[in-house]
């Protein structure tokens, strides 16, 4: 696992760095609101790329599934910074959150549709594909992977 960590240094740092972001025009704002959220998404953006390069012990995660673990939580941390921002900053509008928070969702299930159904069997996340769950005898045959997905 530690060659896996260290192999995604790069991919780890900058997520960190965006999920962080949001903190630096709140500070200078002087607005204490707000930080929490972002160094609770950190910790949890850790947690979770730690069970992801774990799941598969000596394997290498599938790289589509591990760019989304990587970059969900950031993304939904620059949309709660802005989201914090609009309505410190007085924003009325409860129709500008509510359909910001609608899009993003929305491309969040858009993006998990299109990437889980391509990762490989043994990424580790998702073992089924497109076609259920088989059982439990073929989860680990290769072949009845190529025949049937």
Same mark, same amino acid.
């Given at each position: 696992?530690k060659?896996?960590l ?6 780890l740092? %900058?997520?960190?760095?965006v999920?962080l972001?949001?903190?630096l025009?709140?500070? #200078?704002?002087?607005? *204490?609101?707000? %930080?929490w ?6 910790v &949890?953006?850790?947690?979770?790329m730690?069970?992801?390069?774990h799941?598969?012990?000596n =394997?290498?995660?599938?790289p589509k599934?591990?760019?989304?673990v990587?970059?969900i939580?950031?993304? %939904?941390s ?5 989201v914090?921002?609009l309505?410190q900053?007085?924003a009325d509008s ?7 928070f *609608? #899009? #993003?969702?929305?491309? %969040?299930f #858009?993006?998990?549709? =299109?990437t889980a159904?391509?990762a ?6 998702w =073992?089924?594909? =497109?076609?259920? *769950?088989?059982?439990?005898? *073929?989860?680990g &045959?290769?072949?009845?992977?190529a025949?049937?997905?």
């Open positions: 696992m060659e896996m260290a192999r995604h240094k790069g991919k740092i %900058l997520s960190s760095l999920i972001l949001p903190v025009p709140a500070a #200078f704002a002087g607005q *204490t609101l707000f %930080l959220e972002p160094v609770l998404l950190l &949890s953006q850790w947690v979770i730690l069970v992801v390069l799941a598969n012990r =394997k290498e995660q599938s599934v591990l760019n989304l990587a970059w939580l950031p993304v %939904l620059l949309l709660l910074g802005v914090g921002q309505a900053g007085g409860a129709y500008l959150i509510t359909a910001l *609608t #899009f #993003f969702m929305g491309l %969040l #858009f993006l998990i549709g =299109k159904p391509w490989s069997a043994s990424s580790g996340l =073992k089924a594909r =497109k076609t259920g *769950t088989p059982p439990t005898a *073929t989860l &045959s290769s072949g009845a992977w025949a049937c997905c």
